[in-house]
């Protein structure tokens, strides 16, 4: 069996769990040596036997960003000849995906990663492109052999975004970890390079500045814990620069009133991040929309007990007392998932984050059950498995 899977993000570039996803997925297939496993990524020449890079079309130069993915899109789905199922992953790929689906008959499977309809702020970043990435995951969706959710929370999400979806055709597949690469690596003299002291009690958050990571609620909750405690931000790649000036600004206003406060904006290799998760006392995701939620599985790995919002995917990999605390969140029904009371929300992460940083000792040990919770559950081999069932499924082999 010929999988061609197609994505936006594939190393060396990744910026988010989805392309965490498509590469350790892709990893775990071929290890299998029972499928031919074919690449098709965005951007320039990789040496990766198997993998096809597709760059920006020079004729769309300088049309809108969404206007130029649908050309990178089109060359993808040309490539895709003799595959047996295309699967893509977010609607970066979604329109490669239906569109070589339809040309050579096969299956196309889809990964659901996040929605348009719960990023309405993507219309600040898009523009008029917001309304043309919406109708072409639309499409997709409605279009697709199969869709693969990353949980049991984002399959509700889309069969409540996309009602004309077939339920039977959703089917969940979980995220994994590699909890041989992410584990406890434990090396002062990186985190103290990095200005980071690994003598204190610090909470870590890692992930992109975007609306759906609500790292200004975690800025202003920031400010009601306890003086000791630290606070690392490793937070780059902002949407759009009126997010970015509103973080830098909740930072400016943190810093005046307390120390402690690390932002490291650039990207950092795994092994410094490791470093990092190790010498940190609890993990924060105060997400307002996290389909599943790697960096969760990520810091669980790395023995960290996690505090998370409770929406979406994240309590399928986040136990409330078991691996963590679950921060609870009424939102609002208008797509954005915006707290219905903000200062709410902000003050009730407070206070989760107070509390896993008053009992050190609790605290790991609510880690080292994260660790086995990830190893045991969230295996990318087993995963492999699984999407190859829906493979199987669709084909009959």
Excluded at 69 to 88: E, K
């Amino acid at each position: 069996m010929r999988i061609d899977i197609l994505t936006k993000e594939y190393p060396p570039s990744i910026y988010g769990g989805a392309g965490v996803h498509v590469a350790e997925l892709t990893r775990a297939l071929r290890a299998r040596g029972d499928t031919e496993v074919w690449v098709h990524a965005f951007g320039g020449p990789r040496e990766e036997e198997g993998t096809t890079s597709h760059p920006d079309l020079p004729e769309l130069e300088g049309t809108n960003a969404a206007l130029a993915t649908l050309g990178v899109d089109l060359t993808m789905a040309a490539r895709c000849g003799g595959a047996d199922i295309v699967h893509s992953h977010t609607w970066y790929a979604n329109f490669a995906g239906h569109v070589a689906g339809l040309l050579e008959g096969v299956p196309h499977v889809l990964s659901a990663h996040s929605l348009e309809p719960m990023r309405p702020w993507k219309a600040e970043q898009l523009g008029g492109g917001y309304r043309l990435s919406s109708w072409v995951e639309r499409t997709a969706y409605e279009g697709a052999a199969a869709v693969i959710a990353v949980s049991a929370g984002m399959r509700e999400d889309i069969l409540r975004a996309y009602p004309s979806v077939d339920p039977d055709k959703v089917q969940v597949v979980h995220n994994g970890i590699d909890a041989e690469l992410w584990r406890p690596r434990e090396d002062p003299d990186v985190v103290r390079e990095l200005g980071i002291d690994p003598d204190r009690p610090t909470v870590v958050f890692v992930g992109r500045i975007t609306r759906q990571k609500g790292l200004p609620f975690l800025l202003r909750a920031a400010g009601q814990l306890p003086p000791e405690v630290q606070l690392v931000l490793l937070a780059g790649a902002p949407d759009t620069p009126e997010i970015k000036a509103e973080v830098e600004g909740l930072v400016e206003g943190l810093r005046a009133e307390r120390d402690g406060v690390v932002w490291i904006s650039q990207m950092l290799p795994r092994e410094q991040v490791t470093a990092v998760l190790a010498a940190a006392s609890v993990f924060v995701c105060p997400s307002v929309y996290e389909p599943l939620g790697i960096v969760n599985l990520e810091a669980m790995a790395c023995e960290l007990p996690v505090v998370a919002t409770a929406t979406g995917g994240i309590p399928e990999v986040v136990l409330d007392g078991e691996t963590g605390w679950l921060v609870p969140i009424e939102q609002k029904q208008d797509g954005t998932g915006t707290p219905v009371d903000e200062d709410r929300f902000v003050a009730d992460l407070a206070a989760a984050l107070t509390d896993a940083v008053s009992d050190l000792e609790r605290a790991r040990r609510l880690g080292l059950a994260g660790r086995e919770r990830a190893v045991e559950s969230f295996s990318w081999d087993t995963i492999a498995e699984r999407t190859m069932e829906v493979y199987r499924g669709l084909t009959g082999s």
